[in-house]
Each structure stands twice: as structure tokens, then as C-alpha cells.
């Protein structure tokens, strides 16, 4: 559970804000009159048609509240992953093209990424070729 905190506050959504309903009443309430404002008297829209339109701009969202989180799952699982790796030997290609062997150093996130520290090469996790414990 204590995972899933760190998380949250770390995309900057809490537990509460995550559980709470997309719509608050009265923002609902300012789009529906913005939206009978808007139509033309002569033409209003189907009634089925504007909670249509509403169900969408939820899903929407929604879609974005989950593909935030994912990324974020994504990123501490990344971390956990390198981190585990330190002390150990590594065998890959370096972000300046040089076939690099040796023991990780160090994790750090560098351009929104995570690397290895491996004798002061930077290694992506996706480039790397063979893993093996020190010694």
C-alpha cells in the first residue's frame, strides 16, 4: 500500500482526489447550462445525445487519469529494476555509442529517464547486453 502512496504523491494526485467523482455537482451543472445556453432553441439537442457527449468527455478523463498512473507504475518499477543492479557487472552500449563493461555505480534519472552509472558511462536499462553478480 505504501507503494501505491509514493506513487500518488508522486504524480501529484492524492488517494482522495483519485477516488473522487469526475464531475463535482456543481461543475457539471456550470457545463449543462453552458451547453443549453449555447444551442440553438429551435434545434435543442437530443437529450440522450448531450449525456452522450458527457459519458465521452469522462472516459476521456478517466483515459488520461490511467495512462498517468500507468506512466508513473512505470517509472517506479524502472527505478526498482536499476536499482537492484547496483554492485552488480554490466555489460552494454553507453548513451555516447562506446561498448561498456563494469559495476553500476549508481541510478540516476536523466532526462525523464533512468540510467546506470557504470565507471562514468551512462547506460540506458534497454541497452544493456548482459548482467552478471560482481566477483
Keep these: 500500500m505504501s507503494g501505491i502512496t509514493a506513487l500518488d504523491s508522486g504524480s501529484g494526485t492524492s488517494a ?3 477516488s473522487r467523482p ?3 455537482s456543481d461543475e457539471f451543472l456550470k457545463i449543462l447550462i453552458a451547453e443549453l445556453q449555447s444551442q440553438d432553441p429551435f434545434e435543442p439537442m437530443d437529450t440522450g445525445e448531450f449525456l452522450a457527449q458527457m459519458v465521452q468527455i ?3 478523463e478517466v483515459n488520461s487519469r490511467l495512462s ?3 506512466s508513473d507504475m512505470k517509472s517506479q518499477q524502472e527505478i526498482g529494476a536499476a536499482g537492484n543492479l ?3 557487472e554490466v555489460m ?3 548513451d555516447s555509442g562506446a561498448i561498456v563493461s563494469g559495476t553500476v555505480d ?3 534519472i536523466l532526462d525523464g529517464r533512468v540510467r546506470l552509472v557504470v565507471g562514468g558511462y551512462i547506460l540506458a536499462l534497454s541497452n544493456l547486453m548482459e548482467i552478471r553478480e560482481e566477483g
Design 58 to 60: 469522462q472516459s476521456l
Design 16 to 18: 482522495s482526489e483519485a
Design 106 to 108: 549508481s541510478v540516476i
Design 22 to 24: 469526475l464531475f463535482a
Design 86 to 88: 547496483i554492485g552488480k
Design 92 to 94: 552494454g552500449l553507453a
Design 68 to 70: 498517468s498512473l500507468l
